[in-house]
């Protein structure tokens, strides 16, 4: 089973940036989705973002415009670039992956069965 790692959390002030990355210890499969996700104080895990190999490309409404995801597939690592973070973008960040993809919602964490140990993200006003 891959192992995955975040990093790239930290504190900053709002309207600032942060990129966030993934690695995976090995990943040969050919299909594939992943995925950020945070959890907030109030223990509920968000969808963020996610990307498959079937090109299917999916942000929550309220990151829209401001994050990025993004892959390097010959470093096997998922990014995800945060411009204009706002305090409520406080939380505890995850990767996650499944394969052979999502027939359902690939923003849904039930749907995911590989997670990393997460990245804490702090927006302060």
């Known amino acids: 089973q891959v192992d995955l790692v975040e990093s790239g959390g930290g504190s900053v002030q709002s309207g600032g940036s942060l990129r966030l990355s993934c690695a995976a210890s090995?990943?040969?499969?050919?299909?594939?989705?992943m995925g950020w996700f945070r959890q907030g104080p109030e223990g509920v895990r968000e969808g963020v973002a996610a990307i498959c190999t079937d090109g299917t490309t999916k942000y929550a409404n309220s990151v829209k415009g401001r994050f990025t995801i993004s892959q390097d597939n010959a470093e096997n690592t998922l990014y995800l670039q945060m411009n204009s973070l706002q305090p409520e973008d406080t939380a505890m960040y995850y990767c996650?992956?499944?394969?052979?993809?999502?027939?359902?919602?690939?923003?849904?964490?039930?749907?995911?069965?590989?997670w990393g140990q997460g990245t804490q993200v702090t927006v302060s006003s």
């Open positions: 090995e990943y040969t499969e050919s299909d594939y989705c």
């Open positions: 996650a992956a499944e394969t052979p993809g999502i027939a359902g919602d690939p923003l849904d964490a039930f749907e995911y069965s590989v």
